[in-house]
């Protein structure tokens, strides 16, 4: 099983969107995906699957009721299922790191190839810690200034989240912090200069700094494209985040803003489809695409394994 994690710094930049494109791609591959509304500040993953009114809802897995197997709901599209987000929510992300172990356990035994977790919008270390478990750590942006600015907040504060257990483990928090504190006196002038001058100088922090970041990637989607010239903002956010940040960066692809497909959307409450938004679907699967190169995914390798 593969657990994809989608993302973002800012609300609107249509992440529940994207999330549910990838699902629909996936799942007309003969995969079976399972989409996982935890934005417990605007749950609505479930409009775009054309579940009106969920039955039930992610709310009872953190309240206790119910495990997350007995939530899923079945979509109109063959494959594809979802676990809804709790609309009675207060909004205040309830993952504590008890219920955090207890999630990632239980979402690794449901009978699926491909989990997706739609996150919702902030850079709140709840947030953060789920999305830095995933195995394709997946932000969407749109091609506007404060969303591409709120977007490399979100990448940084991952970044600082993934190293801040790798300090404690080596024995320098209070020397990173100084240091990264005096930055400018030691002339470091990005996070990846930052990084280098404390694996050259702590061995220990080198070792598991190398570890933790071998498999580590962001993979950015750019959406709501009107025009294709604006594709250029993706590899510019890929480029920031691999010169000021040190971090392994892919531009997925883009999805352009279809305005039929949305008034189709509000009026008839269509599920997303090669039907009701062919271009669309075009530029989701060209995505989905790029985002599984390498990640070894065939139908009918469900949950764990031994």
């Not at 657990?3 to 995969?31: M, P």
């Not at 999305?131 to 969407?140: K, S």
């Amino acid at each position: 099983m593969q657990i994809w994690a989608v993302g973002g710094g800012k609300g609107g930049t249509g992440k529940s969107f994207v999330t549910s494109g990838l699902g629909v791609c996936l799942a007309e591959r003969g995969l079976k995906v399972i989409l996982v509304d935890a934005d417990f500040g605007g749950a609505n993953l479930h409009t775009y699957c054309a579940v009106l009114k969920p039955g039930h809802s992610y709310g009872e897995f953190v309240r206790g009721s119910a495990q997350l197997s007995e939530l899923i709901l079945e979509t109109p599209v063959p494959g594809l299922s979802i676990i809804a987000g709790d609309l009675n929510s207060s909004g205040t992300n309830p993952m504590t790191y008890a219920l955090k172990v207890k999630f990632f356990r239980q979402l690794k035994k449901l009978q699926a190839d491909v989990v997706l977790l739609d996150l919702g919008a902030g850079s709140h270390h709840k947030t953060l810690d789920v999305f830095l478990e995933a195995d394709r750590m997946i932000v969407v942006t749109v091609p506007e200034r404060m969303a591409i600015e709120n977007l490399y907040v979100f990448i940084k504060s991952a970044f600082f989240r993934k190293l801040s257990p790798l300090f404690t483990k080596a024995g320098i928090r209070n020397e990173a912090r100084e240091i990264w504190a005096r930055r400018s006196d030691f002339n470091l002038s990005s996070m990846e200069e930052f990084t280098d001058y404390l694996s050259g100088h702590y061995p220990e922090f080198g070792q598991l700094y190398g570890e933790a970041m071998r498999d580590f990637r962001v993979h950015i989607v750019l959406n709501k494209v009107r025009d294709y010239r604006q594709t250029e903002t993706g590899f510019a956010v890929k480029s920031m985040t691999e010169k000021y940040l040190g971090i392994p960066a892919s531009f997925a692809g883009h999805v352009r803003y279809d305005r039929d497909f949305w008034d189709r959307l509000l009026q008839d409450q269509v599920c997303l489809s090669r039907v009701s938004a062919a271009r669309i679907m075009v530029d989701m699967c060209r995505v989905t695409d790029r985002l599984s190169e390498g990640a070894s995914l065939r139908p009918g390798v469900s949950g764990e394994t031994g």
